[in-house]
């Protein structure tokens, strides 16, 4: 299955272009030109990872679509893309699990997606076990007050680890600062 993208931005040949270079590299993306074009498509659709400009039709706008993205059930990772940096003492993004600095290497821009996609969701493994087992140890401690024989099979499955767990090793976690990306993304001006 592709991983799904929804790509944002104002500026239709930086949309276009990273369109054709995350396709081009394996991903399914659909794109959005507005705040309001993205909230929609968030609602109906489910994404891996939503990649929005800061500054579109407002200056508030990139953080309207990261609110949505993060109102969504299907939690995607999220990324600001800006070509007016954050400060520390600026609180725009700070939702965001990343924010990208336009213009950027294809490369360097491939690469903190992959790893963003994988630090993402092996956060949310992380915290759907952790979810389980608190609503497993719930179970047990209710089954055994009432003496249930339930209570050994709900621990012996939770102790079993989770055999979906990505082997992948990921280093460090996301940094939410601004990370500049060298170069110019072919065909943005």
Known sequence: MKRRILLVDDEVAI????????????FEVETAAS?????????NNQYHMVITDMRMESQSAGNEVVVAARKSPHRPAVALLTAFPLTDSDDGGQDADEVLVKPMNTND?????????????????????????????AKTAGAKRTG?????????????????????????????????????LAGAH
């Open 35 to 43: 705040a309001r074009e993205a909230k929609l498509k968030i609602r």
């Open 109 to 137: 821009l491939l690469l903190q997606i992959e790893a963003l996609l994988v630090t993402h969701e092996d956060k949310k493994r992380r915290e759907e076990s952790s979810l389980q087992l608190a609503s497993g140890e």
């Open 15 to 26: 949309l276009l272009t990273l369109q054709a270079v995350l396709e081009i590299n394996g």
């Open 148 to 184: 249930s024989p339930k209570a050994i099979n709900v621990k012996k499955s939770m102790s079993a680890g989770s055999p979906g767990r990505s082997k992948v090793p990921v280093s460090g976690k996301t940094s939410k600062r601004a990370t500049p990306l060298g170069g110019k």
